[in-house]
């Protein structure tokens, strides 16, 4: 059967981030994707004007649909916006046994809150030990943890905390990270850490979406059944093309899209300690 993967986010009508962007990058690696629409935002690449939860029951109710019907070989989290739906997510990735890359989006690139503040025990306490796998950014790592991560390795350590702390696989971002020539993402599986390095481009707005992206491409290379050290250096590859061959979509505005070469050479992944 052909490859399924679900994503649980919200909806972006500017189609950057979000819904769009992960069904954009499902298909680019050849994976049928389904959604459970979580908020409805009103947004472009360069602000939110408001966004629209919807009711906890209706998101449990598109996922149970699916799940019904379809094997979906993996799933991935984004925007879950409030208390209630981080609840009944985790609870039906409990109870349904579901492979999940979790992305505990808080806070979008404009400076919008996406998740209420209410929330982020819940996904502390129930979402993220129930995932196979989390990808927080830097501000999002120093959420979670209640900590700054100044430094490179502070975010190692915080990788490794956040395995500790709730068992399960890492993948620290640091996009947010002072401009260097490189992007170092940091890894944590098992106890071991590791970075996985790409260049870094400078983009302006294409940036937009690209924390969306790199869970979507995570969780659609696992549906596929690559072992999880291919699956990170092709979702990071990916990104990376994604962001070198960015399209205009307006004056002056430029939109990440599905690369056509392959970047993944340019991509490393290396043992860093423990």
Same mark, same amino acid.
């Given at each position: 059967m052909?490859?399924? /993967?679900?994503?649980? +986010?919200?909806?972006?009508s500017?189609?950057?981030?979000?819904i769009e962007?992960?069904?954009?990058t499902?298909?680019? #690696?050849?994976?049928?994707g389904?959604?459970?629409?979580?908020a409805?935002?009103?947004?472009?690449?360069?602000?939110?004007?408001?966004i629209?939860? %919807?009711? +906890?029951?209706?998101?449990?109710?598109?996922?149970?649909? $699916?799940?019904? !019907?379809? &094997?979906?070989?993996?799933?991935?989290?984004? @925007?879950? @916006?409030?208390a209630?739906?981080?609840?009944?997510v985790a609870?039906l990735?409990?109870e349904?046994?579901?492979?999940?890359v979790?992305d =505990? $989006? @808080?806070?979008?690139?404009s400076?919008? /809150?996406?998740?209420?503040?209410a /929330?982020?025990?819940q996904?502390r306490?129930?979402?993220?030990?129930?995932?196979?796998?989390?990808?927080?950014?830097?501000?999002?790592?120093?959420?979670?943890?209640?900590?700054?991560?100044?430094?490179?390795?502070?975010?190692?350590?915080?990788?490794?905390?956040?395995?500790? !702390?709730?068992?399960?696989?890492v993948?620290?971002?640091?996009?947010?990270?002072?401009?260097?020539?490189y992007v170092?993402?940091?890894?944590?599986?098992?106890?071991? %850490?590791?970075?996985?390095?790409?260049?870094? $481009?400078? +983009?302006?707005?294409?940036?937009h979406g690209?924390?969306?992206t790199?869970s979507?491409? %995570?969780?659609?290379?696992?549906a %596929?059944?690559?072992?999880?050290?291919?699956?990170?250096?092709?979702?990071?590859? #990916?990104?990376?093309g994604?962001l070198s061959? /960015? $399209?205009t979509?307006? =004056?002056?505005i430029?939109?990440?899209y599905? &690369?056509?070469?392959?970047?993944?050479?340019q991509?490393?992944?290396?043992?860093?300690?423990?």
């Amino acid at each position: 059967m052909y490859p399924t /993967a679900l994503t649980i +986010a919200g909806s972006d009508s500017g189609g950057g981030a979000g819904i769009e962007a992960d069904l954009r990058t499902f298909n680019a #690696f050849g994976v049928y994707g389904c959604a459970a629409i979580t908020a409805v935002t009103a947004q472009n690449p360069r602000e939110v004007r408001r966004i629209d939860a %919807l009711p +906890a029951a209706g998101v449990s109710a598109q996922i149970e649909t $699916v799940l019904d !019907r379809i &094997p979906v070989r993996f799933a991935k989290s984004g @925007m879950l @916006m409030n208390a209630e739906i981080v609840e009944a997510v985790a609870a039906l990735v409990a109870e349904r046994r579901i492979d999940l890359v979790c992305d =505990p $989006v @808080m806070v979008s690139t404009s400076g919008a /809150a996406l998740l209420e503040k209410a /929330a982020v025990d819940q996904v502390r306490a129930k979402l993220i030990p129930a995932a196979k796998w989390i990808t927080p950014n830097i501000p999002e790592a120093e959420l979670l943890l209640g900590r700054k991560l100044p430094d490179a390795e502070a975010c190692r350590a915080a990788a490794l905390e956040c395995f500790e !702390r709730w068992g399960v696989s890492v993948l620290l971002k640091s996009g947010h990270a002072p401009a260097g020539r490189y992007v170092t993402d940091f890894v944590c599986r098992g106890g071991t %850490l590791y970075s996985l390095s790409s260049p870094r $481009v400078e +983009a302006g707005d294409a940036s937009h979406g690209t924390g969306c992206t790199l869970s979507a491409a %995570l969780a659609a290379a696992f549906a %596929l059944g690559m072992p999880w050290k291919q699956a990170l250096c092709e979702a990071k590859a #990916f990104v990376l093309g994604s962001l070198s061959e /960015a $399209v205009t979509i307006a =004056p002056g505005i430029r939109a990440m899209y599905p &690369p056509v070469e392959d970047r993944l050479t340019q991509v490393r992944l290396e043992k860093v300690g423990r």
